[in-house]
């Protein structure tokens, strides 16, 4: 999963980068301290793992992980090439979700690029330019359609799709409130479209803010998301800041001090696997205890197919349990005992936290 961060300048982007990846991408207060995209490979914490490999023996943990692009700082007309624009928006294409970080606090000592805070304003700013530049893509892809399609009927629900698009982007909305249905879900998915990717909100909160329910940033801001429905996590940059540099134990006991049940990397992370529709399979041994992601509704064949391509060719079948069965039965064989562990075939829909082993010939 990548993710791209994205905002205004000086919104606390990298400084949000930085205490989620441990990266040390620059964080300045000036516009465009970032140019080029600074990535950062962040472990998908699961405490399912922990325990499965107390009862496997495990060698190792091999958690999920994502991938966190700290891109540059967007500004008004970026789409006509101000600030870093085309570069900013390319990068923006390569990943799958967004995450908008929206300054949502007061400091007279931070610059705002636009000279005050005002999260709706900062929002609509970058959502325009993410809209113009995919009107451009889809108004250049029209012109050459209708061409071709006067010859070539198969084009014609392209045609369509594109005149719904283009329809949507020139009043002012996102290509993701189109509605398609699964053929032109892949005709869509060619243009990778900014404005079609899925979208999370951080509220970049100051540190004494951060369980304040009365912010009136904040407020705004999931009012707008509510709307579009979009997805809204409130973070301290600041905090997430401390707690990067605390070992486990220190980060719970500093979490439960603030009257936190999780940091906002976990918030985060868990607001990123709902928005794109993920869940993960666990597999254990000797060897590793490991977390594989997957689409929610994939299918035991497509699970098998993300640990090896040969494993979903050639397919037979997949030994499922669930991990709080397995847990609960103490090990694999008293859960086999038990009758917990199911033989399942290519047309099982696998679950979040099932522990699986797939048998397959090739």
Not at 249 to 263: C, H, I, Q
């Amino acid at each position: 999963m990548k993710l791209g961060i994205v905002g205004l300048p000086n919104v606390g982007k990298s400084t949000l980068f930085n205490a989620l990846t441990s990266a040390g991408a620059e964080a300045a207060n000036y516009p465009f301290a970032t140019i080029e995209p600074n990535v950062g490979v962040v472990n998908v914490p699961d405490e399912r793992l922990t325990e499965l490999s107390k009862l496997s023996n495990s060698q190792k943990i091999i958690p999920a992980i994502i991938e966190f692009y700290d891109i540059a700082g967007l500004v008004k007309g970026a789409s006509k090439g101000e600030g870093l624009g085309n570069q900013f928006l390319s990068n923006i294409r390569e990943v799958d979700a967004i995450v908008h970080v929206v300054r949502c606090f007061d400091d007279e000592n931070i610059i705002h690029v636009d000279g005050s805070v005002d999260p709706i304003r900062d929002i609509e700013n970058i959502n325009l330019e993410l809209i113009f530049s995919d009107l451009e893509q889809i108004e250049n892809r029209y012109s050459k359609i209708v061409k071709k399609a006067k010859a070539d009927k198969t084009l014609n629900k392209e045609k369509e799709l594109l005149e719904r698009i283009k329809t949507a982007l020139e009043e002012g909305k996102s290509a993701r409130v189109v509605e398609v249905d699964d053929e032109e879900k892949k005709i869509i998915k060619n243009y990778a479209l900014l404005s079609a990717k899925p979208v999370i909100y951080v509220c970049n909160v100051s540190e004494d803010e951060i369980g304040n329910e009365d912010n009136e940033y904040v407020k705004k801001v999931k009012e707008f998301a509510n709307e579009s429905g979009d997805e809204v996590v409130v973070i301290s940059a600041e905090i997430e800041a401390e707690i990067a540099a605390l070992d486990a134990d220190e980060k719970d006991l500093f979490l439960e001090e603030l009257g936190l049940s999780s940091s906002g990397l976990d918030k985060l992370i868990k607001s990123s696997y709902s928005l794109l529709g993920l869940i993960s399979f666990l597999t254990t041994g000797e060897v590793e205890t490991r977390a594989w992601t997957i689409r929610k509704g994939a299918k035991a064949p497509e699970a098998a197919g993300k640990i090896h391509t040969d494993m979903e060719r050639g397919f037979i079948k997949a030994d499922t349990v669930s991990y709080e069965d397995l847990i609960n039965s103490g090990s694999t064989a008293a859960a086999r005992e038990k009758g917990l562990i199911r033989s399942e075939g290519k047309d099982y829909v696998v679950e979040d936290g099932d522990v699986i082993v797939f048998k397959f010939n090739v």
